[in-house]
């Protein structure tokens, strides 16, 4: 059974970092790319970062390009977000995500960045 775990979020400031985690059980982790999605009271949910297996290399949304960083460490199969220079408008549920078959998502965890 595939499964993703989210963990680390919490209530920071305005220009406060977090570091969130996904650990990722269920699949050969180091062949799958994961991303990190967020979704926002009354918005949609959306991609905000992604790494890829292999050459581990990674996107942003323009949205947090420059604040945000994602890394994985294959050897404890989990996926990092580390948050800088959080933003109120950062905050959402967090959510991670990969395809094995089908799309596999975490239970989400919450961000909230007051100002």
């Known amino acids: 059974e595939v499964q993703l775990v989210e963990s680390g979020g919490g209530l920071v400031q305005a220009g406060g970092s977090l570091r969130l985690s996904c650990a990722v059980s269920g699949i050969t982790f180091d062949r799958y790319a994961i991303g990190w999605f967020r979704q926002a009271p009354g918005k949609e949910r959306e991609l905000i970062s992604c790494?890829?297996?292999?050459?581990?290399?990674?996107n942003y949304a323009d949205s947090v390009k420059g604040r945000f960083t994602i890394s994985r460490d294959n050897a404890k199969n989990t996926v990092y977000l580390q948050m800088n220079s959080l933003k109120p408008e950062d905050t959402a549920v967090y959510y991670c995500?990969?395809?094995?078959?089908?799309?596999?998502w975490g239970q989400g965890t919450q961000v909230t960045v007051s100002s």
């Open positions: 790494i890829n297996s292999g050459d581990d290399s990674t």
């Open positions: 995500n990969t395809h094995y078959l089908k799309a596999y």
